[in-house]
Nanobody, 121 residues
Framework: QVQLVESGGGLVQAGGSLRLSCAAS????????MGWYRQAPGNQRELVAS???????NYADSVKGRCTISRDNAKNTVYLQMNSLKPEDTAVYYC???????????????WGQGTQVTVSS
């Protein structure tokens, strides 16, 4: 019923930039908060950044000043611009959306399949 499709991951050298995109599609009635999480091997999944429908943002301390999250409500799409990338940013990045289906009266969390970001030193 719902798909979150991420794009924009890849291999980049330290100091470089990447822009991740995630588009939510399907029988969606409303999208509330959207966000990006990441998980490195052996680590728990952690929040990178989140954004409300009204564009209030929240960032992990590790990415503040280097990453910018934004969204296009008309397209149900969220973006993550990552600059000054470091090797420790290497992880699988997952898109998350808190949304309500047309067939539902409640909001639930949905996840993308993940996109690999690798930063070489």
């Amino acid at each position: 019923q719902v798909q979150l499709v991420e794009s924009g991951g890849g291999l980049v050298q330290a100091g470089g930039s990447l822009r991740l995109s995630c588009a939510a599609s399907g029988s969606i009635s409303s999208v509330a908060a959207m966000g990006w999480y990441r998980q490195a091997p052996g680590n728990q999944r952690e929040l990178v950044a989140s954004i409300t429908r009204g564009s209030s943002t929240n960032y992990a301390d590790s990415v503040k000043g280097r990453c910018t999250i934004s969204r296009d409500n008309a397209k149900n799409t969220v973006y993550l611009q990552m600059n000054s990338l470091k090797p420790e940013d290497t992880a699988v990045y997952y898109c998350n959306a808190d949304l309500r289906l047309r067939s539902s009266r409640t909001f639930n969390d949905y996840w993308g399949q993940g996109t690999q970001v690798t930063v070489s030193s």
